[in-house]
């Protein structure tokens, strides 16, 4: 049983900054890609930044590239979203999201597990 747990979230001012981190059970999440995740209120969720198993590619969506950066620590068994000048298009429920085949993706599909989610908001 694989288990994704979020934390990190919370109130920011716009232009702040916040770090999630995920940890993820299980012996092999050094094979894993992972993903983040968002979802704001009445919106679909959406893509918000990859690593591959390695952490050797990092992937973004265009709304927060040069504002985040995703990283992963295998010894930790731990994956972080770093986001930076933040503003109020960012607040929603982030979540991470583990890929076992280790082929990473934009696609929420290609995920299969899930964490529960951390709120951010953040405040203009």
């Known amino acids: 049983q694989v288990q994704l747990v979020e934390s990190g979230g919370g109130l920011v001012p716009a232009g702040g900054s916040l770090r999630l981190s995920c940890a993820v059970s299980g012996r092999t999440f050094s094979t894993y890609a992972m993903g983040w995740f968002r979802q704001a209120p009445g919106k679909e969720r959406e893509f918000v930044a990859g690593i591959s198993w390695s952490g050797g590619r990092t992937y973004y969506a265009d709304s927060v590239k040069g504002r985040f950066t995703i990283s992963r620590d295998n010894a930790k068994n731990t994956v972080y979203l770093q986001m930076n000048s933040l503003n109020a298009e960012d607040t929603a429920v982030y979540y991470c999201?583990?890929?076992?085949?280790?082929?990473?993706?934009?696609?929420?599909?290609?995920?299969?597990?899930w964490g529960q989610g951390t709120q951010v908001t953040v405040s203009s």
């Open positions: 999201a583990a890929d076992p085949y280790g082929l990473g993706s934009k696609t929420a599909r290609s995920y299969m597990y």
